[in-house]
């Protein structure tokens, strides 16, 4: 393996050649003769962790499920792929919601999955932290709910009152939202107060400290919508896990998408990869009767769910069916933040352990959504030690904010045969990205070996994702998501995009749909032989 | 109000391909001009960008039946002083 000092330039080309990736339905196929078409009760679009969800909930509930994506294997964003035996994970590096009895755990609980999903959790002293490049400040958060909110009134006595405020609400917000708990979901769109202010005008309300503010607003991070925009309401759906059960999940998305296969096939779900649906046929009385496929086949449902991004799900439908109105609608929604990723080993080191910090240049977080401005962007690392093949490693990822106009001028360029211009890009935000940890991490210096890096146009590849963002679209006040029935009447959508970005919010999408669809009192009593 | 009248139907007529005379106040949305629940949040999201409001999915959109309703209710939106920083 190349030291340290490998030139980067081979580092930052945009072929990956890693160990597990096939690019997928680009590949002509051989079998795309037309087939006797097949019946099953329901096509679920998109294999990601929601889509997944989605189709063993209805198997488990007796009905015939397609699932169909568009790559060669399952797993969408929680896909890890491997480089010489050095993981890296495309969208899934940690998530909330393990805390004893949180939403994620129960929804894992009862995929039949919860033995198999292994958290890592940050909690060895300062291993979930907050560093502010312009002033030298750290602040450390420990686990639990309750230990971040006293942490952070001890950072910031003069505003106690403020940091109970915030964390009063985000609590009092998720205890009221129904769809929090698994046996009182509700398809309606949720409403309380907050659900039509933003966090920036919350945050505006309790406090002028500015870096308070951006403390408690930096798990933004991980939904990739601007203060300004995102509710409050929303803001706290997501955080409300964060501060209670963050952790890594051991051998990353991997673990999901190897135990949910397994489930799948025990309740014969059919997964068909390299599929995606050409054309929906035989419409009549806004209801789709058969869906054409890219390999020629065609299947016949009585419904389709689509758990991909809205502008894909716009694309696929019958435009003549559509009011304007509705793609208007679906136009304007706005793609979220990506991430300029690397992913790295630390050699010549000592085991490191599970750490998780956020590197903001700025107490301005929603200056990252800026493209024009000069700082450098806000930045999550995440190390850990990973026995791959019998050796340990110690494994860094960086994500760094990235926007889609960061690489639009090359969005047209193919994989492979990127400008020179692309991969200097890619070499800057490399050594950038490396100077700042080496900084803030002195004992790093001269040790992280860059295995690999992908801009948002690298994930667009390799994830067929629109724009290569990381969590579907923007979320914005008085946004209505693509959620629910479409005006196709055996047609919805679920997905990250729906209720909230991120794990526990698509595969809450799809608890809820899958309620919808089953039936609510089959439904609670599926959920109730579930979780007891 | 005349201005709302105007504004609103060119809303309905715009984004929902109906005729300017089937836009009489008396029309019902669900039955005269034939939108479903549905279509009623992309009529939602359509009236927010053209008015600069913020509507909130509450128990008056969904008393709403005619539309002079939808006119009565951007009114009242607009004597309340919603307007929204985030549509443009």
């Given at each position: 393996?190349?030291?340290p000092s490998?030139p980067?330039?081979d ?8 160990d597990?990736?096939?690019?997928g339905?680009?590949?002509p196929?051989e079998?795309?003769s037309?087939?006797?078409?097949k019946?099953?009760d329901?096509?679920?679009?998109g294999s990601g962790i ?6 063993l909930?209805?198997?488990?509930n ?7 994506e568009?790559?060669?294997t399952?797993g ?5 792929f491997y480089?010489g035996?050095i993981?890296?994970d495309?969208?899934?590096h940690f ?6 009895d ?7 609980r009862?995929?039949?999955i919860d033995?198999q ?6 909690d060895?002293?300062n291993?979930?932290s907050?560093?502010?490049e312009?002033?030298q400040?750290t602040y450390?958060?420990p ?5 971040c909110?006293n ?7 003069g505003d106690k ?5 915030y964390?009063?609400?985000?609590k009092r917000?998720c205890?009221n939202?129904a769809?929090?708990n698994?046996?009182?979901l509700t398809v ?6 907050e ?11 309790i406090t002028d400290n500015?870096?308070l503010?951006?403390v408690l607003?930096?798990?933004g ?6 203060s300004?925009?995102?509710?409050f309401?929303g803001?706290s759906?997501?955080?409300?896990g964060l501060?209670n059960g963050i952790?890594?999940?051991k051998?990353?998305?991997?673990a ?10 025990k309740?014969?779900?059919e997964i068909l990869?390299?599929?995606f649906?050409?054309?929906?046929e ?7 009767g058969?869906f054409?496929?890219?390999?020629g086949e065609?299947?016949?449902t009585?419904k389709?769910?689509?758990t991909i991004?809205p502008?894909e799900?716009?694309k696929?439908?019958?435009?003549d ?11 304007g929604?706005q793609p979220?933040i990506?991430?300029?990723?690397l992913?790295a ?6 085991p490191?352990?599970s750490?998780?910090?956020a590197?903001?240049c ?7 959504y800026d493209p ?5 962007r806000?930045?999550i ?11 340990e490693?110690?494994?860094l990822?960086?994500?760094e904010?990235a926007l ?8 047209n ?6 400008p020179?211009a692309?991969i200097?890009?890619k ?15 002195p004992?790093?210096k001269g040790?992280i070996n860059?295995v690999?890096?992908?801009?948002m146009l690298?994930?667009k590849?390799?994830l067929?994702?629109p724009?290569?963002c990381a969590y579907g ?11 629910g029935k479409?005006?196709?009447r055996n ?5 990250q ?10 595969m809450?999408s799809?608890f ?11 439904y609670?009593?599926f959920i109730q032989n579930q979780?007891? | 109000?005349?201005e709302?009248i105007?504004?609103t139907?060119?809303?309905?007529v ?8 089937q836009?009489?106040?008396?029309a019902?949305i ?8 549905l279509?009623?949040?992309d009529?939602v ?12 999915d509450?128990?008056?959109v ?8 939808v006119?009565?209710y951007?009114?009242?939106?607009r004597?309340?002083?919603v ?6």
């Open positions: 393996m190349s030291g490998a980067l330039r580092l930052v080309k945009d072929e990956i050649k890693t597990n990736f096939n690019p339905y680009e590949r196929r079998e795309s037309r087939k006797c078409m019946k099953v329901n096509i679920v679009v929601s889509g997944m969800t989605l189709a909930l209805l198997a488990k007796g009905q015939s499920v397609v699932l169909l568009k790559a060669a399952i969408g964003s929680m896909v890890r480089k035996g993981p890296f495309t969208g899934f998530t909330g919601g393990f805390e004893k949180g939403l994620l755990i129960e929804m894992l009862v995929l039949n033995q999903i292994e958290p890592i959790f940050f060895t002293p291993s979930n907050i560093v502010f312009q002033n400040q450390t958060l686990l639990g709910y309750d230990e909110r942490a952070i009134v001890n950072y910031f006595p009152e403020a940091v109970n405020k964390f009063d609400a985000v917000i205890d939202t769809s929090m698994l046996r009182n309606s769109r949720e409403s309380c107060p659900d039509y202010i933003t966090v920036a005008d919350f945050l505006d309300e500015t870096q503010k951006a607003s930096v798990y991070l991980c939904y990739g919508s601007p300004k925009e995102m509710t309401a803001h759906r997501v955080c409300y501060y952790a890594r999940v051998d990353g998305g991997d999901f998408v190897r135990s949910l296969k397994a489930e799948l096939e309740y014969g779900v990869t390299n599929r649906i050409e054309s929906c035989d419409i009549e009385d806004k209801r789709v058969s054409l496929l890219n390999s065609r299947i016949s009585d389709c769910i689509f991004h502008a799900i716009l696929t439908l019958p435009q069916e559509l009011r304007k109105g509705f793609c208007e609608r679906v136009n929604y979220s990506g991430f300029f990723t992913y080993t630390i050699d010549d080191m000592g490191v352990d750490s998780l910090v590197l903001c700025t107490d301005n977080i929603d200056g990252a024009s401005s000069q700082d450098a806000p930045l690392f995440v190390t850990g030690n990973e026995d791959i093949k019998g050796k490693h110690n494994v990822h960086v994500f904010v889609v106009e960061d690489t639009q001028e090359w969005e360029s193919k994989r492979g045969s990127r020179a692309y200097d890009y070499e800057r935000r490399v050594a950038s990205i490396i100077k700042r940890i080496e900084n803030v991490n004992a790093y040790k860059v690999a890096s992908a801009s690298t994930f590849d390799y067929h994702s724009y290569g679209i923007r979320q914005k006040v008085s946004q209505f998501n693509l959620f479409l005006p196709l047609i919805y959508a679920a997905g995009s729906a209720v909230l970005p991120g794990v526990a919010g698509a809450m799809s809820i749909i899958a309620r919808g669809l089953i039936g609510k009192d089959l609670n009593e979780l007891g | 109000m005349d709302i105007k504004m139907n060119e809303v309905f715009d984004s929902f391909e109906m005729e300017e005379e836009l009489t106040e008396d019902t669900f039955d005269d001009l034939g939108l479903d629940s279509d009623m949040v009529m999201v359509a009236l927010q960008k053209k008015f600069n409001v913020k509507i909130r509450d128990e008056r969904r008393n709403i039946r005619t539309l002079g309703d006119y009565r951007i009114e009242l939106l004597d309340e002083g307007t929204s920083d985030t549509s443009a």
